[in-house]
């Protein structure tokens, strides 16, 4: 048989075998065994140059155009393959659920100032906050405590060693009234100096002088202490201050107040007492123990929680209030001791860690 005829079908024998390859590897030795550098193909390819010069030309045309038609048939078996490589090799359930996005949760410390700040709102309180960068007139002068006042040293915390030209404090502002205009202005001239605030009683400050009187807000917030941090003490922690103004106002309104909204947080039969202590911006101060079945759990009859007392004359003063006519209280609790007691957690640091596995349990 003549090369001229043997082009035809050795083309043919090479496209169904293209075509029958099962998979990528087996096309890839089909195409070495015709097109590759030893084929079949190939070799005809080579015989070429025995042709005479009239079968060369006819024969060459055939032989490129068979060669086309082999690279052709070779390109579309193999996106032929990869496709079918790609597909999955298990039929699809259709009937299967979907996948979930993991959901967050609230952070406890969280979840247990939305419930301490639900119990408040039942008795008509709103929620007001304040800048954590304070300055030393909010956090202390205010609040009756001056620069040699030993209850100053404390409290001794982180300044903020920047240039005072502008006052970065924002003004208090209490949300559910919507107010927050800017505050009257604190000791002319000289900018007090800025730190880290110790306490959310920096808030009783902002909010009287921003409202007159009657005032009823709590204020949950984060706080600093120059302190080392170990199973009960952490540089930061979460507080929430109360503050109730009105005429007539007693010492029995806030143990009321507080009774109640613990009861509702650690359970009805918890029982709290006031003990006399000293703050200087209350007259009288006490502080607030409490006890209940878990205290008991801790080998302990009580546990203190809060500070308290009515609010100093000279506070009022401070803010602008007569405080002949105006009366009222003020307390500040921690908020991560009553976490801790709430779901039986024994180190602090544990709400700070961030570790998943930790938080996800609440
Ligand atoms: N500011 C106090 C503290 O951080 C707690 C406190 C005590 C707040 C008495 C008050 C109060 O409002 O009247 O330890």
């Excluded at 202490?225 to 005429?247: C, S």
Aim: net charge negative; charged share 25%.
């Amino acid at each position: 048989m003549s090369l001229l005829n043997e082009i035809e079908p050795l083309k043919q024998t090479a496209l169904a075998d293209l075509k029958a390859a099962p998979d990528l590897a087996a096309l890839e030795q089909t195409k070495g065994a015709w097109i590759g550098p030893h084929g079949r193909f190939t070799a005809l390819m080579k015989q070429l140059g025995t042709l005479s010069k009239e079968e060369k030309p006819a024969a060459g045309k055939l032989i490129n155009a068979a060669k086309v038609e082999l690279e052709a048939a070779l390109a579309e078996r193999r996106s032929e393959l990869e496709l079918k490589a790609a597909l999955p090799k298990e039929p699809t359930d259709f009937t299967l659920p979907g996948r979930r996005r993991a959901l967050g949760k609230l952070h406890p410390l969280t979840q247990v100032t939305e419930d301490i700040v639900r119990a408040f709102r039942k008795l008509g309180f709103a929620v007001a906050d304040g800048p954590e960068i304070e300055d030393e007139y909010h956090c202390f002068d205010a609040l009756n405590t001056p620069a040699d006042h030993p209850a100053r040293d404390t409290q001794d915390t982180f300044y903020l060693s920047v240039a005072q030209a502008s006052q970065p404090a924002s003004s208090g502002s209490v949300s559910a009234l919507g107010s927050g205009g800017k505050m009257p202005s604190e000791p002319a001239g000289k900018m007090p100096a800025l730190l880290l605030r110790t306490h959310t009683s920096s808030v009783q400050i902002r909010v009287m002088k921003s409202q007159p009187p009657p005032v009823r807000i709590i204020v949950p917030g984060r706080v600093y202490r120059r302190d080392n941090a170990d199973a009960t003490h952490n540089p930061t922690f979460q507080q929430i201050e109360g503050l109730y103004v009105d005429k007539n106002v007693t010492v029995g309104d806030l143990k009321g107040t507080v009774e109640f909204v613990f009861k509702e947080l650690l359970g009805e039969e918890t029982k709290i007492r006031f003990r006399p202590h000293y703050f200087s911006y209350t007259e009288p101060s006490f502080e607030i123990d409490f006890s209940n079945a878990l205290v008991k759990k801790l080998g302990k009859d009580w546990l203190e929680i809060a500070g308290c007392g009515m609010v100093h004359p000279q506070v009022f003063e401070n803010v602008g209030y007569d405080p002949e006519v105006w009366t009222g209280w003020a307390f500040g609790f921690g908020i991560e001791r009553i976490a801790m007691i709430h779901y039986g957690i024994n180190d602090i640091r544990l709400f700070y860690d961030n570790d998943v596995r930790f938080l996800k349990q609440f």
